[in-house]
Nanobody, 123 residues
């Protein structure tokens, strides 16, 4: 059974930084691609970033490219999302998921979601 646990969210001022962690058990993060999504209040869950399981190739939504960095520590079986230069529009609950098949950009391609971690950016 795969379990994902996100942590690292919080309240930060605009321009600040946070690092989110996604600790996995039951499946190594190097086996499948891993992705970060976010869901703001009353909005659909949207893709943020993904990292391939077999390589370090990464993918980002345009709105975070250059500010966010996804990475993976295989020894800790953990995926990270470093978020810099945060903006109020980054406020959302952030989820990590294990990619199973299909496009990295769609949530339906993922399974085994964590419970999410709240990120709030004040202006």
């Amino acid at each position: 059974q795969v379990q994902l646990v996100e942590s690292g969210g919080g309240l930060v001022q605009a321009g600040g930084s946070l690092r989110l962690s996604c600790a996995a058990s039951g499946r190594t993060v190097s086996t499948n691609a891993m992705g970060w999504f976010r869901q703001a209040a009353k909005k659909e869950r949207e893709f943020v970033a993904a990292i391939r399981g077999s390589s370090d190739i990464t993918y980002y939504v345009d709105s975070v490219r250059g500010r966010f960095t996804i990475s993976r520590d295989n020894a800790k079986n953990t995926v990270y999302l470093q978020m810099n230069s945060l903006k109020p529009e980054d406020t959302a609950v952030y989820y990590c998921g294990t990619h199973l098949s299909g496009s990295y950009y769609y949530s339906r391609s993922y399974a085994y979601w964590g419970q999410g971690t709240q990120v709030t950016v004040s202006s």
